[in-house]
């Protein structure tokens, strides 16, 4: 541990350090910020600046949510456990021992992903409901009888809630982190900082069964639309058990299945056990040093953070990288209608949107109880992978324009590459027999290309309209052009001030 700090306590990593930070508009930062320092200690580092600009080049994942909910395709993750009623709760938690997904394959998923033109993908080791989808070896000691004599009560058992103990028997994170490997996409293993299942995780994290006076029961009571349920203090050996398995199982994570690029942590355990979490975090940074922590729950200790549903309305006024993530259904989980499904052109101008502005969109579909995408899902993740292979070079591993240059109009969005000798310009509409860019300087010499066009364009500069470029008669035609959705124009620049 003392050789690792070493090792990036360099004067450049300091002072990026001091610039890691969230913005004050972030929603989830201004609920950790009451118990979270805005400065992380002296002794914590982020992910390094080389595993930072990793994460930039990204610029598109897919985001996997799967666990017990698909099962009847109930929607909206684990959140409708909240509004359950006890019987169906208690059914909800036996749903483990029927967990047999036939059609689940890795190597189909991670290649679907890849097609579609993912460099990363997300998948949920453990959501909320507390059902592990790995072989992990810690155990539940107490759980919540929905439906005992007098109302829920807590109850003894021993058991680790997890893949392991259904009929399908198989390490679902470890297949899909091999075949990541193999096929060279960065994975990205979503954890509930909470778990619903494990009644020594209450009050904490809107568990269903809460306390008087716990900072969340509000939330819950509102969001299950009924009375709480109510339990005592957990008492100081329930907690340590509690953060002890809560650390386990992510030393088990980022110890089993190889390198691990992302952790995508949700929610939070708040203030209470703020100290004993953050000293988990730096026991994890010693285990992989460069593993990209989501900030939700752990603020400025975060490397990367989610806004979350929406496209930020301009850049984002932070050095923090950051992702967008927005279900391409009506939820992150399976969607079973066809016409829920967003389309790939909506994918497509969302990717757009969020890259021209710095950062990078992960679009979220989730598998039926079997391990089958919906076909509709699947594809339109495949014509945003035919898309990306046309136009791919203005997307990955760019990096936004100077100031408010990011767009020009409600349909021009730009990006560069890392060098400001190229700009690409997005036309989300076809501009007609002319594409005008008044932001865009051009030298003497340079070329403009249409990605997969191959002839230059001619161009020229105006003193009052900018760079003006010529479009052929050919493309005219919807059918000659070659991409739906979007087209990217390759300008060489001039890149002096």
Known sequence: ??????????????????????????????RARLYVEETPDADYRHASAA????????????????GLYSIGGRPAESWPFLSMSNEERQRYQQLYRTWNPSRFNAEEWVAL?????????????????GFSMFDTQTRVRRRVNWTAAGGPAIEECDLAYSIAETPFRRDVVRELADASHRHGLKIDLYFSHPDWYDADFRPWGFHPLQRPGAPDAEAVAKRQGRPLAFATEPTDAEEGRMLARHRDQLRELLTNYGTIDMVCLDISLGARVWPQLKATLKELRALQPDVMFRARGIGNYGDYYTPEGFVPGSKEPTAMPWMVISALGRSFSYEPEATKYKGA????RNLIETVAKGGNFMV??????????????????EQTGAWLRTNAEGIYATRPRDGDDWREGD????????????????????????????????????????LGYPPALAWRHDAERGLIVALPRELQETAQRPSPFAHTFRIEVDSSP
């Open 345 to 348: 052109q909506w994918i497509v």
């Open 113 to 129: 992903f890849e097609r579609a033109g993912a460099r990363c993908f997300a998948f949920t080791a453990k959501h909320h409901e």
């Open 1 to 30: 541990m003392v050789g690792w700090i070493a090792l990036y306590s360099s004067p450049a990593q300091e002072a990026r350090e001091r610039t890691v930070r969230l913005p004050d508009s972030d929603a989830n930062w201004k």
């Open 364 to 381: 979220g579909v989730g598998p039926d109880a079997t391990g089958s995408f919906h076909p509709a899902a699947a594809a339109q993740l």
């Open 51 to 66: 595993a930072h600009e990793a994460f930039r080049d990204l610029k598109f994942g897919v985001r996997v949510h799967w």
């Open 411 to 450: 349909n021009i969005r730009f990006t560069r590459s890392k060098d400001a000798k190229i700009v690409y310009a997005f036309a989300q509409a076809w501009p007609g027999d002319e594409l005008t860019l008044r932001t865009v300087r051009t030298r003497a010499g340079s070329t403009v290309r249409l």
